[in-house]
């Protein structure tokens, strides 16, 4: 699966922004998929999840309550939304696909596409 994430900005601390990630293939409905982030300076690190069906979401405590997963399998999209932003969000965030929410709550995916810049001013 081939992965295209936008939605990426400035944004003061409090603000909001939309991640979205568009997917080719057949069988993007039967994916996991996630975001992962990596900030300068740290190691990548889990943000989010939602299995295939979109009943079962997964969140990295820092961003529980102010982000919400969702997608779309009809067209091939999932999306962050993220509320309440801080400084500390401030990362390149990937979009990534798997077979396994348990591969992406360690902050790995088989597949992943290129980033988009989040930066939260203070």
């Known amino acids: 699966v081939q992965l295209q994430a936008s939605g990426g900005g400035l944004v003061q601390a409090g603000g909001s922004l939309r991640l979205s990630c568009a997917a080719s293939g057949r069988t993007f409905s039967s994916y996991v998929m996630g975001w992962l982030r990596q900030a300068p300076g740290k190691e990548r690190e889990f943000v989010a999840a939602i299995n295939w069906t979109g009943r079962s979401t997964y969140y990295a405590d820092s961003v529980k309550g102010r982000f919400t997963i969702s997608r779309d399998n009809a067209k091939n999209t999932v999306f962050l939304q993220m509320n309440s932003l801080k400084p500390e969000d401030t990362a390149v965030y990937y979009c990534?696909?798997?077979?396994?929410?348990?591969?992406?709550?360690?902050?790995?995916?088989?597949?992943w596409g290129q980033g988009t810049l989040v930066t939260v001013s203070s």
């Open positions: 990534a696909a798997d077979e396994s929410s348990a591969t992406m709550r360690v902050g790995d995916a088989g597949s």
